[in-house]
């Protein structure tokens, strides 16, 4: 399978615990993108990597988020002290981003339960 | 920031009638739109997509209409099929994003009906 990939794709969690997502993007593409969908709604963005760096964050994306792409390749989105709200279908997209290529496809997600 | 208005939330078709979804987007500068098609506990699927240069753009049996002026795009799905039952999402950007990241609307559930 060459599309975007996400582990776990179910996480759940007590309140106040870290979890940590991954996503790896479709080999060639430069741009990776963080969204997060609620029950009923369209995806909304959080962060976005070219390449290693994160050139964007959304305010959505507080304190307690931080994402990383160490080497350009596969990213990590990590939740520190969880709370109930965090509760949500995360995403992660990539695109290729050159020469106008904006078309973004999505991994399945990581669908995250806090208790 | 952009906003994108989506509507119908809900919309139920017999099979082989047409169904139209239309979005609103805010941002004049917004360039690109996409279309995607999220089936229950899938990923978003992209199904089609229009830049602003072109007024519309046809892949079979779905075609999406592009109103710079208005500010507004359709997706027009002919001849529905079972399998076209799925949540239906509009997305604009543009440079004014930046990183052309997404603003989606709140998806439209389409049921059709054997």
């Known amino acids: 399978d060459t599309g975007v990939s996400q582990d776990p794709r179910h996480k759940i969690t007590k309140r106040g615990q870290n979890v940590t997502f991954r996503c790896d993007p479709i080999?060639?593409?430069?741009?990776l993108y963080w969204y997060r969908q609620t029950l009923g709604q369209g995806p909304e963005f959080l962060t976005y990597f070219q390449n290693e760096a994160q050139l964007e964050k959304s305010r959505l994306l507080s304190d307690r988020f931080s994402a990383e792409r160490p080497k350009g390749s596969f990213s990590t989105l990590e939740i520190q002290r969880t709370e109930q709200g965090d509760s949500a279908m995360y995403l992660c997209?990539?695109?290729?981003?050159?020469?106008?290529?904006?078309?973004?496809?999505f991994g399945p997600g990581t669908r995250l339960t806090v208790t | 920031g952009e906003n994108v208005e989506q509507h119908p939330s809900t919309l139920s078709v017999q099979e082989g009638d047409s169904a139209v979804i239309k979005c609103t987007y805010s941002?004049?500068?917004?360039?690109?739109f996409p279309w995607y098609k999220q089936e229950l506990g899938k990923r978003p699927q992209l199904i089609i997509d229009i830049r602003s240069n072109v007024g519309e753009k046809k892949d079979q049996r779905i075609a999406v209409t592009l109103n710079k002026t208005a500010k507004h795009f359709s997706l027009h799905i002919t001849e529905t099929q079972p399998e076209d039952s799925a949540v239906y999402f509009c997305?604009?950007?543009?440079?004014?994003?930046?990183?052309?990241?997404?603003?989606f609307g709140k998806g439209t559930k389409l049921s059709v009906i054997p």
């Open positions: 997209a990539s695109s290729l981003g050159a020469g106008a290529k904006y078309e973004q496809y």
């Open positions: 941002d004049s500068a917004s360039n690109y």
């Open positions: 997305a604009a950007t543009g440079p004014e994003a930046g990183s052309y990241q997404l603003t």
């Open positions: 080999s060639e593409h430069n741009r």
